[in-house]
Structure formats: structure tokens, C-alpha cells
């Protein structure tokens, strides 16, 4: 099953990035109550991360202890996402974590299409592409996408914001430009198709921003 691939995948990388915490949210929102043994080791897993953490707050516990218990928590899951079946996870919940609207993200170069793939986990991101060719795309072929990110962070020798015109003339097609805000498109036609993030934590938060409103409101016509 190459969902249950990715799954353990993204699980192991979240622990071994020092994210314990994420991989156990997770894990808890995949896992089935029929898979009540590792659900055992997980909720126990849960108690003894957050009373090692109380401990450490209250410092009622050395560093060494803490990372130490800190370390025995993390094998114990490693070792429940190692032995996870098919049968263990809900494939709805799954679905649910990931984002499959289709986005597609315009770079300068390759360079800059490598940074962005640092920042887009496909794992979450199932739907997502690049391009980074300079010839500039029509509206026939941005209409597949739910959403264009323009990487204007990771750039160079390129101006964004010339081609920024030409695309806004395009309805109906959603664009998030991912660099320094420019004031010269802060005007109310453009306020409904552009949307600025300029930084990597505000970039995630427009997305989800753009989807829900692609997702409640009627879209506009293309």
C-alpha cells in the first residue's frame, strides 16, 4: 500500500526533525480504535511526553533525564509506525491531512524551484507542480489550477511583478505572490485574485486562506 509508504515516511521524518509531539497528533488522527493495542501505546506515550514535560517546566528533572525519557517516548513510536498495517489506518483520516487542490508554483529557475521543494511537503501537498520556464503561461493553462504561487522570494534577475500585470488581466485565476509586498497592486480589483505572503509561516497560512474561500464561496467564472 504506497499510502502506508508515506504515511511511516512522513512519521519518521517528523520524529527524527524533533517533532514528537506532530508525530503523535498524527498518529492519533489516522489511527483506528480497532488497532486498540498500538492506540494503548500511543495514549500512554502521550501521558509519559507530557508529564516529561511538566517535569522539565517544573525542573523537577535534569536535561539529561528529560532527553533521555524524551528519546525512550520517540523509539517507542518509532517502533508502533514501523509495525503499522493497512488495517491500522483510516484512509479517510489520511486523505483528510493532505491537500489535494491543484497548485501550481511559477519559479524563476530550477535553483529557485529546489528552494520551494524544501518548503512543500508532497506528502501534504499531493496536487502541487512547478514551472520555471520564462515564457509566461495563458489563462488556458493556469485555469486547471486552484491556486498560482508566484516564488518571487527565491529569484533573481527576474521581475515578478511585470509578469504580475499580464496575469492579473486573467479571470477568474487565484494568485499568491510569495515575496515583498508592492503597493502598486494593492488596489480593489485585484484584491479578490491577489494575495501576499512574505514569509514561509504567512505563505501557508494564505494558502489555506485562498482554498477555503475557492472552497465556500462561489468561485468566479472563468
Given amino acids: ?23 503523535m497528533e498524527f498518529l492519533g488522527r489516522i489511527l483506528l480504535e480497532e488497532a486498540e493495542e498500538k492506540s494503548d501505546i500511543l495514549v500512554h506515550s502521550l501521558r509519559r511526553f ?27 513510536i518509532l517502533q508502533v509506525v514501523k509495525e503499522l498495517e493497512p488495517s491500522d489506518i483510516s484512509e479517510l483520516g489520511v486523505i483528510l491531512e493532505e491537500i489535494h ?3 501550481l508554483v511559477i519559479c524563476n529557475d530550477e535553483k529557485g ?16 507542480k512547478y514551472y520555471y520556464d520564462k515564457r509566461p503561461l495563458s489563462k ?17 534577475n527576474f521581475d515578478f511583478y511585470n509578469k504580475l500585470e499580464g496575469y492579473l488581466q486573467y479571470d477568474g485565476v487565484y494568485f499568491l505572490y510569495f515575496g515583498k509586498k508592492d503597493f502598486r497592486f494593492e488596489e480593489e480589483e485585484y484584491a479578490e485574485k ?27 467564472e472563468k
Avoid: C
Fill in 113 to 128: 524551484k529546489d528552494k520551494m521543494e524544501q518548503i512543500f511537503n508532497s506528502f501534504y501537498f499531493v496536487n502541487l
Fill in 194 to 220: 491577489l494575495h501576499f505572503a512574505n514569509s514561509v509561516f504567512s505563505l501557508f497560512a494564505r494558502i489555506r486562506e485562498v482554498l477555503d474561500y475557492r472552497k465556500y464561496f462561489n468561485p468566479i
Fill in 140 to 156: 488556458e493553462e493556469l485555469n486547471d489550477y486552484d491556486l498560482v504561487i508566484l516564488n518571487a522570494m527565491y529569484s533573481s
Fill in 1 to 23: 500500500m504506497e499510502k502506508l509508504y508515506k504515511v511511516k515516511e512522513e512519521l519518521k521524518s517528523l520524529i527524527s526533525k524533533n517533532r514528537l509531539a506532530s508525530a
Fill in 101 to 103: 487542490n491543484p497548485i
Fill in 50 to 76: 507530557r508529564e516529561n514535560n511538566t517535569e522539565k517546566a517544573k525542573g523537577t528533572i535534569s536535561n539529561e533525564n528529560f532527553w533521555l525519557e524524551k528519546n525512550r517516548i520517540a523509539d517507542t
